[in-house]
């Protein structure tokens, strides 16, 4: 089993998945600025070209965010990642398919504005990627609220999406809440996970 993933991407939140799950196999990094996500071998993988994809043992693959954590969960369901409890389960699936529509429609535009319209029009594009951003934080911590862990009481896949999502919004400039700071430092704190965090060079 292979999990395809790009370094300092919003895939980043299921390979962290992958090694909580602890299961075989191998997590590939793939440059994008190489377009190694591009070539003939990943395109019989993942027609699609991009990251995350899961390349399963049967040959398979399963690709977006939302599939991929739910099979690393189902895979491991002692990691809790996906909870076993139905309404839980469903909570989870939906902050995961939440966060796979806002993450890009939020930082794309504000990371790089010029893929949206011509060079007048860039700040206005990023400033619109920047309010959607603090929408997303401000949606978050509600979720957040007099609580450790979005779903349940211990950590699950949502909360490694909500931990990327508050890493990548220091990249472009925002401050996140108190409690989403709080909420990414519980995260990055897990032993299992803190050598992986460094090496692509994200403090806790």
């Not at 011509?118 to 957040?144: D, H, M, T, W, Y």
């Amino acid at each position: 089993m292979i999990l395809f993933v790009s370094a300092r991407t919003s895939s980043l939140a299921c390979r962290l998945a992958f090694i909580l799950a602890g299961l075989p196999g191998e997590v590939r990094d793939l440059s994008l600025r190489g377009g190694e996500h591009k070539t003939p071998e990943m395109l019989a993988i993942n027609p699609k070209g991009q990251v995350p994809a899961l390349l399963l043992d049967s040959g398979e693959t399963i690709t977006e965010t939302p599939a991929i954590m739910l099979a690393i969960g189902e895979m491991a369901p002692e990691s809790g990642l996906i909870p076993a409890g139905r309404v839980q389960r469903w909570q989870v699936m939906e902050w995961l398919s939440w966060y796979a529509y806002q993450f890009p429609r939020a930082f794309q535009p504000a990371f790089r504005p010029a893929i949206f319209g011509p060079p007048p029009a860039e700040n206005q594009i990023r400033e619109g990627g920047l309010k959607r951003v603090g929408e997303v934080l401000e949606f978050l911590e509600s979720g957040l609220a007099a609580r450790d862990w979005l779903v349940g009481t211990q950590l699950t896949a949502a909360d490694l999406t909500a931990a990327m999502t508050t890493t990548f919004a220091g990249f472009v400039g925002m401050v996140p809440p108190d409690a989403l700071m709080a909420h990414r430092k519980r995260v990055f704190a897990i032993p299992a996970l803190a050598e992986t965090l460094k090496a692509e060079g994200f403090a806790a």
